[in-house]
């Protein structure tokens, strides 16, 4: 499975567009890259995923560049409800999806 | 929105006695999984569970663990002999055929071992 690393946390204001980035050198070649949002006291939510190039819905993008050894989640326009932590996870689908820590995203007023 | 949905929200027991959390997945999902997230600590991986047989399961799902399909819908976690230490969020999650929509999570079942 392949080791993801994010920064533990991120600041934010209000309105701004926040990147978080997830390192995971040693991805394998049927491995997705997934990204989820959790609240205190809830179960991860799905906002996520992608395996090469630009993905984008209608609440976040990711892109993945060509080595595919990061990604970077991106979120436009952060309210402070979209504090929270966020994940990265990479993994062949249908297989165990292991969470790392993730980045704890605070926004500010 | 189709939900995950999972039984009891919380749950206090004595060490010692057998817990099942129960969670009724997606209709037409096929993977389960089980994870469990002690308080202020990151989401760990218990089991996967595909066409009624486990496909993974992590070093945390010993022998006092168990997960099962009892009547084909209901997806249990069984702790025979709870210990303090297993007090955490439980959450259950599934996956459907189509894996773009990645996993949906249970709300979780909060486990206190008294």
């Known amino acids: 499975l392949a080791k993801t690393t994010q920064p533990i946390s991120m600041d934010s204001y209000e309105g701004q567009e926040v990147n978080i980035t997830c390192s995971h050198n040693n991805i394998a070649t049927n491995d997705y890259i997934t990204w989820y949002q959790q609240f205190p006291s809830q179960g991860p939510r799905f906002i996520i995923q992608g395996y090469k190039t630009k993905v984008t819905n209608e609440v976040a993008s990711l892109f993945i560049p060509a080595d595919r050894k990061s990604s970077t989640l991106s979120l436009p326009r952060v309210s402070l409800s979209d504090t929270a932590v966020y994940y990265c996870?990479?993994?062949?689908?249908?297989?165990?999806?292991?969470f790392g820590a993730g980045t704890r995203l605070t926004v500010k007023p | 929105e189709p939900e995950v949905t999972q039984t009891p929200s919380h749950q206090v027991t004595q060490m010692g006695q057998e817990v099942i959390l129960r969670c009724v997945p997606i209709s037409n999902h096929l993977y389960f999984y089980w994870y469990r997230q002690i308080l202020g600590q990151k989401v760990e991986f218990l089991v996967s569970f595909y066409n009624n047989e486990i496909s993974e399961k992590s070093e945390i799902f010993d022998d006092q663990f168990s997960v099962e399909r009892p009547d084909g819908s209901n997806f249990t976690l069984k702790i025979r002999s709870t210990k303090l230490e297993d007090s955490a969020m439980y959450f259950c999650?599934?996956?459907?055929?189509?894996?773009?929509?990645?996993?949906?999570f249970g709300s979780g079942t909060r486990l206190t071992v008294v």
């Open positions: 996870l990479v993994g062949d689908m249908g297989g165990d999806m292991r």
């Open positions: 999650a599934t996956l459907g055929q189509s894996l773009d929509d990645g996993y949906t």
